[in-house]
Nanobody, 126 residues
Framework: QVHLVESGGGFVQAGDSVRLSCVASARIFSDSLPGWFRQAPGKEREFVAVIGWRDAGPLYADSVKGRFTISRDDANNTVVHLPMNKRNPEDTALYYC??????????????????WGGGTQVTVYS
């Protein structure tokens, strides 16, 4: 069983940048597509971003487009990053790393994602 572990969260000031990382226990990112979700208190888990596939670039939620960037460490197919710029208090949430299959690329539903990490908390204060 593959395990995903997120890191990089914490208390950060609005406008500052931080990078979340996800490390897999095996090289699954070469055989699947890693992505990020988040869940704010009292809200449903929502899609944030997923890595691109073939000629398609990464997908982003409208709320983070232009501010967050998902990237994969090609030299190490066990790591994926999510630099977060221009964060605001609405970005406060528990951020999860997850993977989806190539055949499900384009779906932003959490049901399309299989392996999940335990999450890393990001709290943005103004």
């Amino acid at each position: 069983q593959v395990h995903l572990v997120e890191s990089g969260g914490g208390f950060v000031q609005a406008g500052d940048s931080v990078r979340l990382s996800c490390v897999a226990s095996a090289r699954i990112f070469s055989d699947s597509l890693p992505g990020w979700f988040r869940q704010a208190p009292g809200k449903e888990r929502e899609f944030v971003a997923v890595i691109g596939w073939r000629d398609a670039g990464p997908l982003y939620a409208d709320s983070v487009k232009g501010r967050f960037t998902i990237s994969r460490d090609d030299a190490n197919n066990t790591v994926v990053h999510l630099p977060m710029n221009k964060r605001n208090p609405e970005d406060t949430a528990l951020y999860y790393c997850a993977t989806t299959s190539f055949s499900k690329f384009g779906s932003t539903s959490s049901q399309s994602f299989g392996a999940w990490g335990g999450g890393t908390q990001v709290t943005v204060y103004s």
